[in-house]
T-cell receptor, first 110, second 115 residues
């Protein structure tokens, strides 16, 4: 079993829809949780960073962490074609060594 | 946030040769890491680059194949030695530290194709 599980998709939604992404993990030591966006032939771009259970909102993006269930989510509201990318969840313990999910490929149709 | 520059951005390499990738950060950072992303795959940690001492390698990665240097708090190099087509990947430098609020940032990556 992988430390971090993420459905690779692909996920296709119409413009304006809410995109829902999630990951589960097995390592109780994980305390930092991140979501990265990666466009083709580019490095990962940090979208959201959380270190506690609960919700964090930044513009159209909301990240949720439920440590008791070992489950994290990312929601993208009012999705745009420019949001089409691969979304990677990543998490680490106190050593900052990231374990990544497989990445979910998202396409937002105009 | 930290600005991370990687060189080269991409290269085509001959089998059996070695290539050194540089990572330069615009501010001092506490920790620097090197990751690999094989085609169609997610990222895998190669090693932690320790300033002034030997790097700490993850399972499956060895110093002879991926020697790493970190002479100061803003610069690191990763060498991919004796390359084979299986080494064709994106190699990514990442950093974190107090100045970045302990968030982890990535460079744009170095795309290597081994022929």
């Amino acid at each position: 079993q992988k430390e971090v599980e993420q459905d690779p998709g692909p996920l296709s939604v119409p413009e304006g829809a809410i995109v829902s992404l999630n990951c589960t993990y097995s390592n109780s030591a994980f305390q930092y949780f991140m979501w990265y966006r990666q466009y083709s032939r580019k490095g990962p771009e940090l979208l959201m960073y959380t270190y506690s259970s609960g919700n964090k909102e930044d513009g159209r993006f909301t990240a949720q962490v439920d440590k008791s269930s070992k489950y994290i989510s990312l929601f993208i509201r009012d999705s745009q074609p420019s949001d089409s990318a691969t979304y990677l969840c990543a998490m680490s313990a106190a050593d900052y060594k990231l374990s990544f999910g497989a990445g979910t490929t998202v396409t937002v149709r105009a | 946030s930290a600005v991370i520059s990687q060189k080269p951005s991409r290269d085509i390499c001959q089998r059996g040769t070695s290539l050194t990738i540089q990572c330069q950060v615009d501010s001092q950072v506490t920790m620097m890491f090197w990751y690999r992303q094989q085609p169609g795959q997610s990222l895998t940690l190669i090693a932690t680059a320790n300033q002034g001492s030997e790097a700490t390698y993850e399972s499956g990665f060895v110093i002879d194949k991926f020697p790493i240097s970190r002479p100061n708090l803003t610069f690191s190099t990763l060498t991919v030695s004796n390359m084979s087509p299986e080494d064709s990947s994106i190699y990514l430098c990442s950093v974190t530290g107090e100045r970045s609020g302990n968030t982890i940032y990535f460079g744009e990556g170095s795309w290597l194709t081994v022929v």
